[in-house]
């Protein structure tokens, strides 16, 4: 039983723990048992609706139905050992298998019958003998076929979940190497930057932004590239990068911060804002001589969460990204972070509202923190006390 055990585990890519594969073949034992007491029951039925007493018959055919289950069991080791054959060949191999547990078992059916207990008075010749042989072909043969199936199925599914860990794998690779184009993207910006102020003298800035950069950088490559954080949280990081861009352009950047109360605890891929807001600051104010406002904000439509951000010229100058065509690095790289994840619910669209105006929105399905999902499932199945 172990061994069979085991070859089911292999087989299937059972769980390596002998429980599993316990489980798994105590399964295929409750099946081959239910399969032939089914069987019992249909012919008891059956004499009592022909006027034959089955008392007499039961020992017998509980004897017979007994070896039926051991010879089912054997015959299912065997065809779980040649699964690897076409169907044609198992076919072949189950009618053969099912021949000879047919005689076997209308042998011994007849012998008992004959020599153990006579008086049944049923007349035991060779047509009778015939009749049971054929009747016990079909009802091996049918289990074959059952089994055959319950196989492929088994092995469907298996396959199923093969392909759905490989897809699983390739998606966390993808989205990994999505998230880990962020940082080189950010640092070049950012150490171009410190450049520039030390080429206009500012070293105390520029120290000061080597050291906000370190922090930014610390925690941002120390977060897991798949998790999730609080909308607030985001906000913070960003509000950290911010931090650095002012070092450079002083009073030339004002943001404002949009944020629904409610929103504020949505959940929201790490880093999703920060491309987004780098490419408002790079090109609002990098090729632009005007002051530049940044908006960040959030809404609700439906079950979606919208994070937009504008970027605003207070010159009224025609903003670079307002002429280029498609998007550029950042914000495609944004786009295929939210499909990847959000594959049903999540876009990206990025265009202008007017020549000074750009605005980038992007969609996402609603999320809340395990926490707060917790809290209103218990708020909404608590009883109403009424005074």
Same mark, same amino acid.
Request: aromatic letters at 8%; charged letters at 20%.
């Given at each position: 039983?172990?061994?069979?055990?085991?070859?089911?585990?292999?087989?299937?890519?059972?769980?390596?723990?002998?429980?599993? %594969?316990?489980?798994?073949?105590?399964?295929? #034992?409750?099946?081959?048992?239910?399969?032939?007491?089914?069987?019992?029951?249909?012919?008891?039925?059956?004499?009592?609706?022909?006027? #034959?007493?089955?008392?007499?018959?039961?020992?017998?055919?509980?004897?017979?139905?007994?070896?039926?289950?051991?010879?089912? $069991?054997?015959?299912?080791? +065997?065809?779980?050992? +040649?699964? %690897?054959?076409?169907?044609?060949?198992?076919?072949?191999?189950?009618?053969?298998?099912?021949?000879?547990?047919?005689?076997?078992?209308?042998? +011994?059916?007849?012998?008992?019958?004959?020599?153990?207990?006579?008086?049944?008075?049923?007349?035991?010749?060779?047509?009778?003998?015939?009749?049971?042989?054929?009747?016990?072909?079909?009802?091996?043969?049918?289990?074959?076929?059952?089994?055959?199936?319950?196989?492929?199925?088994?092995?469907?599914?298996?396959?199923?979940?093969?392909?759905?860990?490989?897809?699983?794998?390739?998606?966390?690779?993808?989205?990994?190497?999505?998230?880990?184009?962020?940082?080189?993207?950010?640092?070049?910006?950012?150490?171009?930057?410190?450049?520039?102020?030390?080429?206009?003298? %500012?070293?105390?800035?520029?120290?000061?932004?080597?050291?906000?950069?370190?922090?930014?950088?610390?925690?941002?490559?120390?977060?897991?590239?798949?998790?999730?954080?609080?909308?607030?949280?985001?906000?913070?990081?960003?509000?950290?990068?911010?931090?650095?861009?002012?070092?450079?352009?002083?009073?030339?950047?004002?943001?404002?911060?949009?944020?629904?109360?409610?929103?504020?605890?949505?959940?929201?891929?790490?880093? +999703?804002?920060?491309?987004?807001?780098?490419?408002?600051?790079?090109?609002?104010?990098?090729?632009?001589?005007?002051?530049?406002?940044?908006?960040?904000?959030?809404?609700?439509?439906?079950?979606?969460?919208?994070?937009?951000?504008?970027?605003?010229?207070?010159?009224?100058?025609?903003?670079?990204? #307002?002429?280029?065509?498609?998007?550029?690095?950042?914000?495609?790289? #944004?786009?295929?972070?939210?499909?990847?994840?959000?594959?049903?619910?999540?876009?990206?669209?990025?265009?202008?509202?007017?020549?000074?105006?750009?605005?980038?929105?992007?969609?996402?399905?609603?999320?809340?923190?395990?926490?707060?999902? $917790?809290?209103?499932?218990?708020?909404?199945?608590?009883?109403?006390?009424? %005074?």
């Amino acid at each position: 039983m172990m061994a069979l055990g085991t070859l089911y585990r292999k087989t299937f890519d059972l769980d390596h723990s002998d429980t599993s %594969a316990a489980a798994f073949l105590n399964r295929v #034992v409750k099946l081959v048992v239910g399969f032939w007491t089914a069987e019992f029951f249909m012919t008891t039925t059956l004499w009592l609706l022909v006027g #034959v007493n089955p008392a007499e018959y039961v020992p017998v055919k509980l004897a017979a139905s007994l070896a039926s289950v051991l010879l089912t $069991l054997v015959m299912s080791h +065997i065809l779980a050992m +040649i699964r %690897a054959l076409n169907i044609a060949a198992q076919v072949f191999v189950s009618a053969v298998l099912s021949v000879l547990a047919s005689l076997i078992v209308t042998a +011994i059916d007849y012998r008992l019958y004959t020599y153990i207990n006579p008086s049944i008075g049923i007349e035991y010749d060779l047509q009778n003998f015939c009749y049971m042989l054929f009747f016990g072909i079909s009802l091996f043969f049918g289990w074959s076929c059952f089994f055959i199936a319950y196989l492929y199925n088994l092995d469907a599914r298996a396959q199923e979940r093969r392909l759905a860990i490989t897809r699983e794998e390739a998606l966390t690779a993808k989205m990994q190497a999505l998230y880990y184009q962020i940082n080189p993207h950010f640092l070049f910006n950012t150490l171009n930057s410190i450049v520039g102020l030390i080429e206009e003298g %500012a070293s105390s800035q520029a120290s000061r932004v080597v050291m906000s950069l370190s922090s930014f950088l610390r925690k941002t490559l120390e977060m897991d590239p798949l998790r999730d954080l609080a909308l607030s949280e985001e906000l913070a990081l960003q509000s950290e990068y911010l931090a650095i861009e002012k070092e450079r352009f002083s009073d030339r950047i004002s943001v404002t911060l949009d944020i629904p109360q409610e929103l504020r605890t949505a959940l929201v891929p790490s880093l +999703i804002l920060q491309p987004l807001v780098e490419n408002a600051v790079k090109h609002g104010l990098g090729c632009s001589s005007g002051d530049l406002k940044i908006t960040i904000s959030a809404s609700q439509a439906e079950d979606r969460l919208q994070l937009s951000v504008d970027n605003v010229s207070d010159a009224g100058e025609v903003l670079p990204m #307002v002429k280029r065509s498609g998007l550029g690095v950042g914000l495609a790289n #944004v786009e295929e972070r939210v499909k990847a994840r959000f594959p049903e619910g999540g876009s990206l669209v990025a265009g202008p509202v007017s020549p000074a105006h750009f605005r980038v929105t992007v969609t996402m399905p609603l999320r809340a923190p395990v926490a707060d999902r $917790l809290a209103d499932a218990a708020i909404d199945t608590a009883p109403v006390v009424t %005074a």
